[in-house]
């Protein structure tokens, strides 16, 4: 009977501190840091929630649990939630080296090495190849040139930025070492200008590295419209004539003479009318329209 009392005290012992819940909770630790990189992850949070007023000890320990960093030592805490920051610097002031690093929370009677890493990443990342194409493309058409075709390889996982200046054009959403994606030549759902436009690649790492504007890579691509190969066309009353139509994606659509039509041919062969004056043929592409003036004499 004795044997079998101890043994049902001793299990509910064991049961009791397996239910007792811990004195910190709540853990919230930055996944990644990046010290001076002007963004969210310039410095790396350590936030948990005491249970009980208590003091405590935050270190930051490097992958051979050694002490890299004393964030606080026996300091008065309220009960709940705390947070303390680490800028990725050693206790002697340096720059500790990129790496995995682990906080630890002590408290006078038990300490806790916290689950979750801290990524410690000061290496920006590089544009290792990109190819795009094609190099003439018309925003807005129904045809395959109405989106500018990106390929590109990166030195690590991250997200391919574009850029024309300081303007953002796109931003992956997919952080791969590689992979592709497309502009369709607009901004905020207006299409740019007919011009050559110089764009630059780069691309930001998980930890929030940006490559440098000196090792970012340019691509050009020349944005063009429907257009006519003359603004002015001399005719015969009753006779053809034609005129070279660079639609980018095509087909578009004439009209001229109270007559229209359809067509995908780069030479647009017509008929002038029998009267003679001055016409207008007009070519739309993509709600773009070129014209040109005809004189029939």
Partial sequence: MGLLLATAAAFAVTEHLKLEKSPIGGLRISRYLAPGCGCANAKATIGVKLRHADRVTVRILDAANRTVATLATDQPNPKGRRSWLWNGRTAAGGKAPDGRYWPEIALPKQSFLLPDAINLDTKAPLVRSVTAGPAVISPGSA??????????????????????????????????????????????????????????????????????????????????????????IRAQTGRRFSVRVEAEAGPYTWSFAHRHGTSRRTLLRLRAPKTSGRYRLRVTEAHHTASALVVVR
């Avoid at 390929?151 to 574009?162: F, N, Q, T, V």
């Avoid at 759902?189 to 690649?201: D, K, N, Q």
């Avoid at 000196?214 to 691509?221: D, L």
Wanted: net charge positive; aromatic share 6%; glycine share 12%.
């Fill in 143 to 232: 045809g395959a040139g109405n989106h500018l075709r990106i390929r590109y390889e990166l030195s690590e996982r991250g997200h391919l930025i574009l850029w024309h200046g300081t303007r953002l054009l796109l931003r992956t959403r997919s952080a791969q070492p590689a992979g592709k994606t497309t502009w369709d030549g607009r901004t905020a759902h207006v299409p740019w200008r007919a011009g050559t436009y110089t764009l630059v690649v780069g691309a930001v790492d998980l930890a929030g590295n940006v490559t440098p504007a000196a090792r970012r890579q340019q691509i050009r691509v020349t944005i063009r419209y429907v257009t006519l190969g003359r603004h002015a």
